[in-house]
């Protein structure tokens, strides 16, 4: 099978033939025919978590897919042979599956149906960036008129923010840039700032002099990159990259915890089903071939990506 691998440990992904795994105990192989691209692929194929989660190489990069099951293991009821589905590459040690290719062989804890009205391009764009959003969302527990900073709402995980937030009657206020403004404003997003305009805080500060009742911070990895100044007294922060640190809010005044997405086959079903009803929009900007995934993987690298990418693969 056609699969983007990194060969060895510090080598470039590359498009090569491998061999097509075959299924064991609670596992479902999947014909693939779209993934979803995530800033985590580029980490990975770095080598940025090696330490934590070894890898093996050749290490097969990608996490989201959407396809047709090929075979499943001992032990899989709930989706069988021709199957329509929608899984993810739960990240467990050793790492070195992944769903850029023709075959992937997923964990049957994150693989669902996917329902008939979702094609499979916008099904391969849903689960882990849907799922830390949602993540992300219950974790500051927003209420009805709120006010809700969202930093970093232009790519994937923001544009699920974005919606999820405004679904519960929150005023949502978005940083991205100047051309993410009719998007995101489309997407329920009450106020774009442009990051790239000046400071974010003091952009902020001068259309909401109060401050907002809650946070979440989808680009810093540390509380004092996050404009936490921003959040008022008993306000609530959440992160997708750690920047929540329990301490450095508790000094603020605020409590807040960082997040992990957890795109097992109960999220996944439910975020689709959501698509399917009209209440969720899959944000895809760009769709390329397989043999143009290191592009994707590029933009993504680059802090320019807008929206979702995904990878079709099969006819």
Same mark, same amino acid.
């Given at each position: ?111 669902? $149906? %996917? ?5 499979? +391009?916008?099904? /391969? &764009?849903?689960?882990? =960036?849907? #799922? !830390? ?98 959040? $008022? %007294? ?5 992160? +997708?990259?750690? /920047? &929540?640190?329990?301490? =450095?809010? #508790? !000094? ?64």
């Amino acid at each position: 099978m056609r699969a983007l691998n990194v060969p060895a440990a510090g080598e470039q992904p590359r498009l090569s033939d491998l061999p097509v795994p075959a299924p064991v105990e609670d596992t479902v192989l999947v014909r693939v025919k779209a993934a979803g691209l995530n800033a985590l692929d580029n980490a990975l194929a770095a080598g940025m978590m090696a330490e934590m989660l070894p890898h093996v190489y050749p290490l097969v990069l990608g996490r989201d897919a959407a396809g047709v099951v090929e075979a499943v293991g001992a032990g899989v009821d709930h989706v069988a042979i021709g199957d329509e589905v929608i899984g993810h590459m739960l990240l467990v040690p050793p790492i070195q599956a992944g769903t850029l290719a023709e075959y992937a062989l997923l964990p049957a804890a994150a693989v669902t $149906r %996917k329902p008939t009205g979702l094609d499979f +391009t916008a099904a /391969a &764009a849903l689960p882990l =960036a849907a #799922a !830390a959003a949602k993540a992300a969302v219950d974790a500051i527990e927003p209420r009805p008129g709120q006010t809700v900073l969202v930093v970093g709402a232009g790519g994937g995980v923001g544009s699920y923010t974005v919606q999820l937030l405004a679904a519960r009657g929150v005023t949502v206020v978005a940083t991205a840039t100047a051309v993410d403004t009719d998007r995101l404003t489309t997407l329920g997003a009450t106020t774009v700032i442009d990051y790239t305009a000046g400071p974010v805080a003091q952009q902020v500060a001068t259309v909401y002099p109060d401050g907002v009742d809650a946070l979440i911070d989808l680009v810093a990895y540390t509380p004092d990159t996050a404009p936490l100044e921003l959040v $008022r %007294k008993g306000g609530k922060v959440a992160s +997708t990259l750690g /920047a &929540a640190d329990e301490q =450095a809010l #508790a !000094a603020l005044g605020l409590t807040g915890t960082s997040v992990m997405a957890t795109p097992v086959r109960e999220v996944i079903a439910e975020l689709a089903e959501q698509v399917t009803a009209g209440t969720l929009k899959v944000d895809i900007t760009t769709v390329l071939p397989l043999e143009n995934a290191t592009d994707g993987l590029a933009t993504l690298a680059s802090g320019t990506a807008r929206g979702k990418i995904v990878i079709e693969i099969g006819d």
